[in-house]
């Protein structure tokens, strides 16, 4: 009962759930602490009932464009590979924004990202293809029980930031307040211009669930298909790949051999003809001044290691 109450709990609190998990139990399925994210794809059934418009369409599409830069541009490129610099407010709004992810906070992405990348395709690999079979890299390896927790040992730098690890033990108060957000803002839409054809409801099933379930499967693409398929150009401990359709599809992040033997570059597309679009708008981004020191992907770096083209 202790364990079913700290899995209910960790709905709402991340640190209520038990930090010490025991080794045999580690890859077991977690199914009531999994319910939100089950709960998560269920509701994209709710169509059927609210119908569509293309408004509510609109919003999904863009919602997952903007939410797929927050997940490219900061949770990895930002709090896991530390590739640009910034100002703590913006640091803060960044991770916010990240969190409309509903891919849980920054320091639980950053961490379980960087012991990726320690263990790329090793027998520690957080969700390797080649050693746990494309279900588990996929998505089986989010429901597991040992890796609900935050490593906090993993991210000392950004740890040390209360308000971020706010975001990470509450990471359910941001999404609520984008899904309210969704309903309040069909809802005046309907009042105000019914032919728009929308409503409340129709909102939060087009704009909030079946945006964010089409934004979590492709960001884990990464994690599965770039690991399979695809071409190497650089001779790397593991077997990430570059695809050019993933790369569209995360908005760069495709290019993930690049990524593997090179990670603390801010660009993934080493060439011009590789398209990054998260780079290019960190690099507008960088014009502001919101951002700066931007890390290049160095000459010699382009030329080592290469197996292919």
Same mark, same amino acid.
């Given at each position: 009962?202790?364990?079913?109450w700290?899995?209910?709990?960790g709905?709402?609190?991340?640190? @209520?759930?038990?930090?010490?998990v025991?080794?045999?139990e580690f /890859?077991?399925?977690?199914?009531?602490?999994?319910?939100?994210f089950?709960?998560l794809?269920?509701?994209?059934?709710?169509?059927i009932?609210v119908?569509?418009?293309?408004?509510?369409?609109?919003?999904?599409?863009?919602?997952y464009?903007?939410?797929?830069?927050?997940?490219?541009?900061?949770?990895?490129?930002?709090?896991?590979?530390?590739?640009?610099?910034?100002?703590?407010?913006?640091q803060?709004?960044?991770?916010?924004?990240?969190?409309?992810?509903?891919?849980?906070?920054?320091?639980?992405?950053?961490?379980h990202?960087?012991?990726h990348?320690?263990?790329?395709d090793e027998?520690?690999?957080?969700h390797?293809?080649?050693?746990?079979?494309?279900?588990?890299?996929?998505?089986?390896?989010?429901?597991c029980?040992?890796?609900?927790?935050?490593?906090? /040992?993993a991210?000392?730098?950004? @740890?040390?930031?209360?308000?971020?690890?706010?975001?990470?033990?509450?990471?359910?108060?941001?999404?609520i307040?984008?899904?309210?957000s969704?309903? @309040?803002?069909?809802?005046?839409?309907?009042s105000?211009?019914?032919?728009l054809?929308?409503?409340?409801?129709?909102?939060? &099933?087009w704009?909030?669930?079946?945006?964010?379930?089409?934004?979590?499967h492709?960001?884990?693409?990464?994690?599965?298909?770039s690991?399979?398929?695809?071409?190497?150009?650089?001779k790397?401990?593991?077997?990430s790949?570059?695809n050019?359709?993933?790369?569209? &599809?995360?908005?760069? $992040?495709g290019?993930?051999?690049?990524?593997?033997?090179?990670?603390?570059?801010?660009?993934?597309?080493f060439?011009?003809? $590789? &398209?990054?679009?998260?780079?290019y708008?960190?690099r507008?981004?960088s014009?502001?001044?919101i951002i700066?020191?931007?890390?290049?992907?160095?000459s010699?770096?382009?030329?080592?290691?290469?197996?292919g083209?």
């Amino acid at each position: 009962m202790k364990s079913f109450w700290s899995s209910v709990l960790g709905w709402f609190d991340n640190t @209520a759930y038990s930090q010490a998990v025991p080794k045999s139990e580690f /890859k077991n399925i977690d199914w009531v602490r999994s319910i939100p994210f089950l709960a998560l794809h269920l509701m994209c059934f709710g169509v059927i009932w609210v119908g569509w418009s293309w408004i509510a369409v609109l919003t999904a599409v863009a919602l997952y464009f903007i939410r797929m830069f927050a997940i490219t541009g900061f949770y990895h490129r930002y709090f896991s590979h530390r590739t640009f610099k910034t100002s703590r407010w913006a640091q803060f709004l960044f991770a916010v924004w990240g969190n409309t992810s509903v891919q849980k906070g920054p320091l639980w992405w950053a961490a379980h990202h960087r012991h990726h990348h320690r263990h790329s395709d090793e027998v520690d690999d957080v969700h390797s293809p080649h050693r746990d079979g494309f279900f588990w890299s996929h998505m089986g390896w989010i429901t597991c029980k040992g890796n609900f927790p935050t490593n906090y /040992k993993a991210v000392p730098d950004l @740890a040390k930031f209360p308000e971020l690890r706010f975001l990470d033990r509450f990471e359910t108060v941001v999404p609520i307040i984008l899904a309210v957000s969704l309903v @309040a803002f069909g809802s005046i839409l309907n009042s105000l211009a019914p032919q728009l054809g929308t409503s409340g409801m129709q909102m939060l &099933i087009w704009g909030f669930f079946i945006s964010t379930i089409i934004l979590f499967h492709g960001t884990c693409t990464i994690n599965s298909l770039s690991h399979l398929f695809g071409t190497k150009r650089y001779k790397t401990s593991d077997e990430s790949r570059n695809n050019f359709l993933l790369a569209l &599809i995360t908005l760069g $992040e495709g290019w993930h051999n690049n990524h593997h033997h090179f990670s603390a570059s801010v660009r993934q597309g080493f060439y011009w003809w $590789e &398209i990054d679009i998260t780079y290019y708008v960190l690099r507008l981004l960088s014009w502001t001044g919101i951002i700066w020191d931007l890390t290049p992907v160095p000459s010699g770096v382009r030329v080592s290691n290469r197996v292919g083209s």
